[in-house]
Each structure stands twice: as structure tokens, then as C-alpha cells.
């Protein structure tokens, strides 16, 4: 029987469905940082057993760590905490830690996919919703909570109902100045915030065929964005070439017998799906969010829409979002002032986000009264970019290169936007107060970030390149 | 996990869609290493002023007096976004049982249901009827029955619950009791698989 990649993945690891009800779920991989999981160490202790399986879990710091003078202890208490019982907590239970400090360490959803520890076929784990990104290897990969980061760190297994199958095509070339950013926010804007609750996404057609590794991961890591319980993408010869030689890539003929079956890896030609969309990458323009969820996205070109045409999920909230934001129905998003630009975050923070900005910086200034934030999503990325001169480019740009952490995705660390403040962000979510308190975030692609930065205002990033 | 069969109460109602999870605890709360307090957090920044306790904003429904009880009445897309349970758990430590909504996100729905919390979906008309009830209105959840009734109307509707989820729910059962009992069959799965 004609199969999709989801039930090819989903199949290999079902320990035992229970009648009408969920089934029981095999992890192979368990990824855990400091906020989702001091709770489901309590637990495991007050019940008196251990991690499972400890091997199969990675450990990393990085939703509290500050992003300057990570070699001095965390300022705020609370935080450091957190930090300080994640370190213990590995130690007691035998798991591997990138704390702070460490070559590996960085954003959970960069160490795995760089580690190679994330691979095609397998099935992830993490407290965090942008475990998602992970699907881009050809993976089940999504987000859990702290109950089940317990579960998972006592059984190795989760109890889960099989979500329905939706695969999102898109076919074409992609224009000047749009990226995978684009893509993903180009489809939020169809299917808005909810258009895939309830539903594995898929991602397909040549649009994202043509995609670098790290292009597919942003895409994956916003499905959630779309309400999606994961997305993914079928592996193929980029995937492989970019698993091969990695950390905990496999060796020799293990690689031979794991490659052989990453090959059976892809949804069958006559598969069906609950539902489907189909998009033409010709339609996509660089684009940028005025509201306050990531559905809430128009082309740098476009007006900020009315209550009419926007999409009818975010009819009744367009008053309250627009009115958090400070911007009017009807008015163009081109041409609006920006106080910060925040390139980071687990969605584009890779070495190829830095050397996209890099190329299109190189010889630019930033605007006076702009502040730029470049965080890179590891210490790998951060060598990578001193390695290749990169942070010479943005020095010399005016723009700050700091060191690795979630930073100013979510409000959380030292690295918050002021009240009332815009900031154009590379990060996920546009929520209220999600970069600080009153923050008022623009979501958008690392080119069209940097393009803000070098002029100040949102600006169409194709006006500006040679 | 603290077991819920019947509920019937007064409601605390908010009528806006894609609440998420930020809005319902903001990231800089999630810095505790237990589940407990953070009720007093709930909803942080539409609560309150400029993050000042001593000014609660008088236009949000839980600074209203008159609003109480067990059951928070939500518009749709409900608790989208980060997958943190401490959206759950300050629901909960709040002293809600139950969340009605026309729409949930998944990982709420799960970190919910995982919490003794219950996750109610209705359709949009009967979410409209809940929220043009007056604040003295009382709602009958009853899990058994999986039905939900507005007592002033007497309107009333069915919802959906994975079975196995309503065993859990009714007799206070976690999901991790039932998993340890699997050991045997998880270590005789990775076996087999090789």
C-alpha cells in the first residue's frame, strides 16, 4: 500500500496502539535544555528512577544564558539557577551536556541537526515547539511538554494519537531576494496561525527541493507556527551529504546500512493526504509580519490589510494587534521606522544566515539610531563566522556579534526590547511581548532584516542588492 | 494527577482569539524549577499595568469581581505557540479545571490534559452563546457524559475526548504510570528493532 514519509516513520516506531486511544510511541532521540525540563528531573527523583536511557539524550543551556560575557556567572539569579540544576541534574543522570562554555553548546535546535545527532528517520523529541525544525532531515520531530520530557526521560516512549497528514507543495523558482524565510511566512500568511493544527506537514515540490539544509530547517521549524504537530521533508542527497562526517553521524558500514534505508525515506507517488495545498514560488515576495502572530504577514510591497481582506482568523483580533503595534489598516509596512534588528534565533541563526548577511553588509553601514544584535545560534557557528572573517564584515557594519542563546527570540534572558520599540526579528513568533514587554516585533527573512538595518526603515531588499 | 468527573460553576470569560501561550505566562515566569505560583502570573501582561500589581486593568475580565469559578470560556486557536507547560500549570494553579474553547492548539491540549486540566471544544455558535451569558450563569461540565450545559439555557453540547484520555482524566491516572507498566514491551521493542 502506497505510503506517506510520516507513516513510514510513524509505523517503525509503535511500540503498541491501545484501542481508541493513542498509541504508545518509541523516542529515538531526546533533546533537553534548562527551562522544560528541572520539573521531569523532580518527578523521575521523587519517584525514585533514573533516565532510561541516557545516551539517547543531549543536554544544552541556552533560553537563559546571556549573549555578552558568557564567561561570567549569570546575573540573574533565577536564571542561573535553572542553569545550575540543569548541570547537576545530567551529572546525576548520566547525560551529555553542552553547558555554557562549551565548543558544542548553543540553541537546542542548532546543536542537534550540526552534532549530527539529529537524523533521517528517526523520531525527536524536545520541550520546546521549534523541536519541528528537526523534520527537515526526514524526521518526527516535534515539541512536547514537561510531563512528557518525564515520560520520555523514564520510558524513552510517549503516549500519541497520530495526527492527520497535510503536505504543502511548492513548485517553481524562487525570485530575487527571497529565501526559505520567505516561503514560510508566504504560506502562514495563506493557511494563517491554525492552518495546520491537528496536522504532520509535509513539505514538498522542486521550491523545496532547491533548498540547502539549513534553509529547510527554518522552514520545519515555523510548521508550528502553522499550528502543525511537525513538519518535515524527505530526505535526499543534501541531507545525506550534510548528516555525512558529522559528530554522531554513523561510520563506515553503518553508514552504508543507514544510508540504504534514509533511501526508502519519501512519500509514495500515489500516497494520500488529508489535505493539500500547492503554491507557486513566483508569487513570493519578500515578506514581513505587521501583527501580532506569525500569520499575520504581507509582502515588503504590500499595505497592511484591512479588516475585509485579512484573513478571517484574524478578523476579530486586527484592531487589538494593530493597536498593540502602533501601525494603521491600509497603510504601507514599507517605510516604517525600526529602533532594532535581531538576527538569531533556533529559525535563522546558521552559518549560512551569517554569510547571507555578511554578503549582502559587505562595505554597508548600518543607520545611526539602529541597533543590530547578530546572535549565532552555536559556538560552532560563531567560530565558523570568525573563521571566514564574518564578523569583521559586521563589525565594520556597526553591527554587534554576540555570543550564542535564544537571546532576543523570547523575552526571557538579558536580551529584551524595549516597550513600545520596533524590532525587525529573524526569529519565530511576533507574539505580544514576546522579545520583552510591550516589544513590538516584525518578523522577517535575515536579508530583509539587514536591509532594515542599513537604512533604518522596512525596506525592499531588492532595491538595495547588486 | 487529580481526577475530574463533574464541574458546574461560574465562568471567567475571554473573548479573544489565538491566545497564545506567551499571553497566558510570559517567558520571563518560566524561570522557577517547580510546577507551583504560577497562577499569580496567569495572563501577566494583560492583567496588569505597565507590570504593576498594584494596577490591575480594569477592562480584563480576571480583575472583575464578578467573574469566578472553575471554567475559563476562551475564543478560538487556544494556547498556540510555545509548547511550555507552565501555561498549563498556571491555568491550574489559578484554580481552573476546565478551558472551553471553539479551537485548541495540540501541545496545549496535551499539557493540559496531562495536568487534570480539561480541554472543552465546542463549535463557534455554541462558544457565542457561552459568551453572551452574564456573569451569574453557570456551566455543567460532565466529563462521563462528555457534555457541556449552559444551566440558564439549557443548551447543551457534546464534545470529543480520546477515550483513553477520559480513563485517565476520571480516575486522576498519569500517562507515565501507564508507560512505566510498559517497560517489558519497550525494552522487547529496541531488542527486536536492533
Given at each position: 500500500m502506497a505510503k506517506t514519509l510520516f507513516e513510514k516513520i510513524w509505523e517503525k516506531h509503535v511500540v503498541k496502539t491501545i484501542d481508541g486511544g493513542p498509541s504508545v510511541l518509541y523516542i529515538d532521540k531526546h533533546l533537553i535544555h534548562e527551562v522544560t525540563s528541572p520539573q521531569a528531573f523532580t518527578g523521575l527523583n521523587n519517584r525514585g528512577i533514573k533516565v532510561f536511557r541516557p545516551q539517547q539524550v543531549v543536554a544544552t543551556a541556552d533560553h537563559?544564558?546571556?549573549?555578552?560575557?558568557?564567561?561570567?556567572?549569570?546575573?540573574?539569579e533565577l536564571g542561573r539557577k535553572q542553569v545550575e540544576a540543569l548541570v547537576k541534574n545530567c551529572a546525576e543522570h548520566g547525560i551529555e551536556l553542552y553547558g555554557l562554555g562549551h565548543p558544542f553548546q548553543g540553541i537546542v535546535h542548532v546543536i542537534g541537526p550540526e552534532l549530527g545527532f539529529t537524523q533521517p528517520g528517526m523520531t525527536i523529541v524536545c520541550g520546546d515547539s521549534h523541536t519541528s525544525t528537526h523534520g527537515a532531515f526526514g524526521s518526527i520531530a516535534f515539541g512536547i511538554g514537561t510531563s512528557e520530557v518525564e515520560m520520555v526521560m523514564a520510558t524513552q516512549c510517549l503516549m500519541q494519537s497520530r495526527p492527520k497528514l497535510m503536505r504543502i507543495t511548492v513548485d517553481g523558482t524562487l525570485n530575487k531576494g527571497v529565501v526559505s524565510k520567505d516561503i514560510v511566512l508566504y504560506i502562514l500568511s495563506k493557511i494563517s496561525a491554525s492552518g495546520a493544527t491537528g496536522y504532520a506537514v509535509e513539505f514538498a515540490g522542486s521550491a523545496i527541493r532547491s533548498l540547502s539544509m539549513e534553509a529547510r530547517m527554518t522552514i520545519c521549524n515555523m510548521s508550528i507556527e502553522m499550528g502543525g504537530r511537525c513538519g518535515l521533508i524527505a530526505p535526499d542527497e543534501t541531507t545525506f551529504s550534510y548528516v555525512d562526517g558529522r559528530k554522531f553521524a554513523p561510520q563506515g558500514a553503518d553508514w552504508d546500512k543507514k544510508l540504504a534505508e534514509w533511501k526508502k525515506l519519501f512519500t509514495d507517488a500515489d500516497a494520500l493526504f488529508d489535505k493539500e495545498y500547492h503554491f507557486d514560488a513566483a508569487d513570493i515576495q519578500p515578506m514581513i509580519t505587521y501583527g501580532t502572530n506569525p500569520g499575520m504577514g504581507i509582502g515588503v510591497t504590500e499595505v497592511i490589510p484591512a479588516a475585509d481582506t485579512v484573513h478571517e482568523s484574524d478578523r476579530s483580533g486586527l484592531n487589538k494587534s494593530l493597536a498593540y503595534m502602533g501601525l494603521q489598516q491600509g497603510a504601507p509596512i514599507k517605510g516604517q521606522k525600526i529602533d532594532y534588528v535581531f538576527i538569531g534565533s533556533c529559525t535563522n541563526s546558521r552559518i549560512e544566515d551569517l554569510r547571507m548577511v555578511a554578503s549582502f553588509v559587505k562595505g554597508k553601514k548600518k543607520a545611526d539610531d539602529v541597533e543590530v544584535w547578530i546572535v549565532p545560534g552555536s559556538k560552532q557557528v560563531e567560530a565558523q563566522a570568525i573563521k571566514e572573517g564574518i564578523d569583521k564584515v559586521f563589525e565594520e557594519a556597526g553591527f554587534q556579534l554576540r555570543q550564542p542563546g535564544c537571546s532576543a527570540c523570547l523575552g526571557m534572558n538579558e536580551d529584551k526590547i524595549p516597550a513600545g520599540k520596533y524590532c525587525i526579528s529573524t526569529s519565530n513568533r511576533n507574539f505580544e511581548g514576546r522579545q520583552g514587554a510591550g516589544a513590538r516585533t516584525l518578523l522577517a527573512s535575515p536579508l530583509t532584516a539587514a536591509a532594515a538595518a542599513i537604512t533604518g526603515v522596512v525596506s525592499d531588499v531588492r532595491e538595495l542588492m547588486n | 494527577m487529580k481526577a475530574l468527573t463533574i464541574i458546574q460553576s461560574r465562568f471567567v470569560p475571554i473573548n479573544i482569539e489565538n491566545i497564545d501561550t506567551d499571553q497566558i505566562i510570559p517567558a520571563r515566569f518560566l524561570k522557577a524549577t517547580t510546577k507551583d505560583g504560577f497562577g499569580k502570573n496567569l495572563f501577566r501582561d494583560w492583567r496588569y499595568e505597565n507590570d504593576d500589581e498594584s494596577k490591575p486593568r480594569t477592562d480584563f475580565p480576571l480583575n472583575h469581581s464578578q467573574y469566578t469559578g472553575d471554567i475559563l470560556v476562551a475564543g478560538k486557536n487556544f494556547g498556540c505557540g510555545s509548547s511550555r507547560e507552565h501555561a498549563a500549570w498556571s491555568i491550574l494553579d489559578y484554580g481552573f479545571r476546565v478551558v472551553v474553547s471553539s479551537f485548541f492548539a495540540d501541545i496545549f491540549k496535551n499539557n493540559a490534559l496531562n495536568n487534570g486540566v480539561l480541554a472543552v471544544q465546542v463549535s463557534d455558535a455554541f462558544l457565542e452563546k457561552i459568551f453572551a451569558q452574564g456573569p451569574d450563569t453557570e456551566l455543567l461540565v460532565d466529563l462521563e457524559k462528555q457534555s457541556i450545559t449552559i444551566l440558564s439555557t439549557g443548551d447543551s453540547a457534546a464534545f470529543d475526548i480520546n477515550s483513553y484520555k477520559k480513563t485517565c482524566l476520571l480516575n486522576g491516572y498519569d500517562d507515565i504510570d501507564y508507560l512505566l507498566s510498559m517497560k517489558p514491551a519497550i525494552e522487547k521493542f529496541e531488542t527486536e528493532r536492533g
Open positions: 537563559n544564558v546571556p549573549t555578552l560575557n558568557q564567561h561570567l556567572p549569570i546575573k540573574e | -
